[in-house]
């Protein structure tokens, strides 16, 4: 497993975590391999509205019908798994308190990797997400072959509960990541657990390292046919306690 090769102690910070954690993150920009936003996109770290702790990073992004580009502001976490691993995956968020709902999806996470060198249509995939659909949670596992893109395919679990805007809500996410009929993938928000499949796959079948992503990714404005709809222009989701390793209590935000 990845994290078998992983240092057994990471400290972030003056703290350091226990061997079965193998990242977190209270909110804070250091301690990302990377943070990223596009165009009027930002990512700031925040003291007045936070789950646990002193700071939080709050996302943001801003429609701009002169942009063809896409809708980012999320920070990385390199090699976060690879085929043949299974990691709990977790943390909270918080959309804002005016969050108008509509037809649009926007992505809250995502396990993506880099693939130009196989000549793909797009440079990077991701495979699985957890998003807001409407009003609804909703999250996915991408399999098959990356080359062609038809050859992929998606399975999704949708319509999973109602988010409520103005409130922290925390999502741990358990998977065992394999490209055949032996993987599984489980979800659970505020505690509850939401789903629960076996016998799946839920990974490409390329075995290359993919990074975790927390942020906001407008994913509509970009990929919907008629691009940008509703009436809010500016969105923005906070995060905090963002955790990964190989037991639950590792990614749930309560429990470090």
Known sequence: MLF???????????SAVQA????????????????????KGTV?????VVYKGSTALKMTQVWDPNWSGRFHSEVFKYNAYKKGDMGF???????QENWEFNSQSYNLAQFIADFKDLGCSENSM??????IDGNQLGTRVKYGDVCPTSSQKTRFFRGLKTVTPGVWHKIVIQASWQSDSTGYYKIWYDGEKLAET?????????????QFRVGLYANGW?????????????????????????EFKDADPDQW
């Open 4 to 14: 078998a090769k992983l240092s057994p102690l990471i400290a972030f910070g003056a």
């Open 20 to 39: 079965t954690q193998t990242f977190r993150n209270t909110g804070t920009l250091s301690g990302w391999d990377k943070t990223y936003t596009e165009n």
């Open 44 to 48: 700031q770290e925040v003291t007045n």
């Open 89 to 95: 995956y977790g943390f909270a968020f918080r959309l």
């Open 126 to 131: 991701p495979s699985s997400m957890v998003f």
């Open 198 to 210: 076996y016998n799946i796959p839920t990974t490409v079948s390329d075995g290359r390292p993919f």
């Open 222 to 246: 970009h990929d919907d046919e008629e691009g940008y709809t509703g009436n809010q222009p500016t969105r923005q989701v906070w995060f905090d306690q963002i955790g990964i390793g190989s």
